[in-house]
């Protein structure tokens, strides 16, 4: 019989799936699977071998939730799931499996759950801008700790970046101009009015960050970094090798390839905002949902 207090949450993701126990309001176990569904679509068709893939991952996903005798309460589905037009078929998995239906959730819908994690840990007096970098979609809250001032779902994730050009190894000058130049376009109206020199960063990326800043795991906890540190970590990232990233144990497999991107988008802000404050967030989508 489950344990009517485990409850486990599926974030299905553009980059990772992530999946999270809670006993309570404690965080049980925390898996992040590398499935990358953003990279498995083809005109907006998931391909066969991608959902084969899917199907796998949950059959993980329903072996952990038995051997932890927990039930599956929430399945979220984010940008890939929304760009595919075939995602019914990632619905039939689910519902075989689970017993579940998969909740897909509009961009303006994740920044605000987003939120809702996030402010859980966060002590300011001023706005702040959180940001989440996803495989699809990148989501932009511009915030207090006691409303959201205004928040867009912006469709520049780093899976998506990655299709837009062939980038040198290391990535260029005229690569990193290429990406600025693309992100102003597309975020920058949003930012005008964004009046905050403090960035949070909502998991993901941003936990990688903090990694290899300190040469050391990712303790799970609401971390501040000082702009020298992450500038630093942002340089060494962007003038790394492809063999590098592969080499280095800190870096998990879905960011390998994809970290300069996100380093690129973080550079962005920074530059844009000229922000001089930053921390690391462990809660995003998953923390802001009601079990």
């Not at 940008?79 to 990632?90: H, P, T």
């Not at 915030?143 to 998506?160: D, P």
């Not at 998990?252 to 988008?265: D, S, T, Y």
């Not at 000229?274 to 998953?286: A, G, M, Q, R, Y």
């Amino acid at each position: 019989m489950p344990n009517r207090l485990r409850k486990g949450v599926l974030d299905i993701g553009s980059n990772t799936v992530k999946f999270k126990i809670f006993e309570g309001d404690r965080l049980f176990l925390f898996h992040t699977y590398p499935v990358q569904i953003g990279t498995g679509l083809r005109e907006n068709q998931l391909t066969q071998t991608m959902i084969d893939k899917i199907r796998f991952c949950f059959e993980g996903v329903k072996n952990e939730l038995e051997s932890n005798q927990a039930e599956l309460s929430r399945v979220i589905g984010t940008s890939a799931i929304r760009d595919a037009e075939n995602s019914s078929e990632i619905e039939k998995i689910i519902d075989h499996l689970f017993q579940k239906k998969m909740e897909i959730i509009p961009g303006s819908q994740e920044a605000e759950l987003i939120y809702k994690g996030v402010r859980k840990g966060i002590k300011s007096s001023t706005p702040y801008l959180i940001c989440d970098i996803g495989g699809g979609s990148v989501e932009l809250i511009y915030s207090t700790n006691k409303e959201i001032l205004k928040a867009f779902s912006f469709e520049v994730g780093v899976i998506k970046l990655y299709k837009l050009r062939k980038n040198a190894d290391p990535f260029s000058t005229k690569d990193i101009d290429y990406y600025m130049q693309y992100l102003d376009q597309q975020m920058g109206e949003f930012l005008t009015d964004v009046q905050t020199k403090y960035l949070v960063g909502a998991a993901g990326s941003f936990e990688s960050l903090y990694t290899l800043v300190r040469n050391n795991e990712y303790p799970g906890s609401f971390e501040e970094l000082s702009m020298e540190e992450l500038n630093g970590i942002l340089e060494i990232i962007l003038k790394s090798t492809q063999l590098e990233r592969d080499e280095n144990q800190l870096i998990p497999f879905e960011r390998k390839i994809l970290l300069p991107l996100g380093a690129i988008l973080v550079k962005y802000l920074i530059n844009k905002l000229e922000i001089n404050k930053f921390t690391v967030s462990p809660n995003s989508l998953i923390e802001g949902l009601d079990l």
